[in-house]
């Protein structure tokens, strides 16, 4: 068995891959869409997966909260199932709860740009003593920008900003 996320029947039209290993591969293929083409398959995959994750670590295994779900389908996942393997490999091994919510989830996802930019919010919401006004200043964008930002990286509630 084989698998690729390449065409190799056009790689072999542009002279990039050898007929004979083709028609050697070519037995019996599947088509299988990526995982972002099939997003009603992630919350029985992750289940899935959380589960057997869990028992290879010997822990048991939390349940993943609906909000949870919709934030790894929202996901595109370029890395496929090994991607959204390794984000609930790591959820599983950090979490000591009972469920996986999706600001565990979230965390996991970010990337160090987001991590960045959220640090930033927060120390300029803090310098102004939770204005958001003052601290759009501090950071030289527009009010409604930091709302924009500040809901994006999903900072309202902590700790409680003023508007």
Request: net charge positive; proline share 6%; no cysteine.
């Given at each position: 068995?084989t698998?690729?996320n390449?065409?190799l029947a ?5 002279g990039r891959f050898?007929?004979d290993l083709l028609y050697?591969?070519e037995?019996?293929p599947?088509a ?8 009603e ?5 992750a289940g899935?997966l ?15 909260a ?5 934030r ?12 959204l393997a390794?984000?609930?490999?790591r ?6 709860g009972?469920t996986l919510?999706?600001?565990e989830?979230?965390a996991?996802l970010?990337t160090?740009k987001?991590?960045?930019e959220?640090?930033?919010?927060r120390?300029?919401?803090?310098a102004?003593g939770?204005?958001?006004?003052a601290a759009?200043?501090?950071l030289?964008?527009?009010y409604?920008e930091?709302?924009?930002?500040v809901k994006?990286?999903d900072?309202?509630?902590f700790p409680?900003?003023r508007?």
């Amino acid at each position: 068995m084989t698998a690729t996320n390449r065409d190799l029947a056009a790689m072999v039209g542009a002279g990039r891959f050898r007929p004979d290993l083709l028609y050697r591969l070519e037995i019996f293929p599947i088509a299988l869409p990526a995982l972002a083409e099939r997003r009603e398959d992630i919350p029985l995959l992750a289940g899935h997966l959380v589960a057997r994750i869990a028992e290879r670590h010997r822990k048991p295994p939390p349940a993943l909260a609906d909000t949870a779900l919709a934030r790894l389908a929202a996901e595109s996942w370029p890395g496929n199932v090994r991607q959204l393997a390794n984000v609930l490999e790591r959820a599983v091994i950090l979490h000591a709860g009972e469920t996986l919510g999706e600001a565990e989830i979230a965390a996991l996802l970010a990337t160090p740009k987001e991590e960045d930019e959220s640090e930033r919010l927060r120390a300029a919401l803090l310098a102004s003593g939770g204005d958001k006004k003052a601290a759009a200043a501090r950071l030289g964008v527009s009010y409604r920008e930091l709302l924009r930002r500040v809901k994006a990286l999903d900072l309202g509630g902590f700790p409680k900003y003023r508007d």
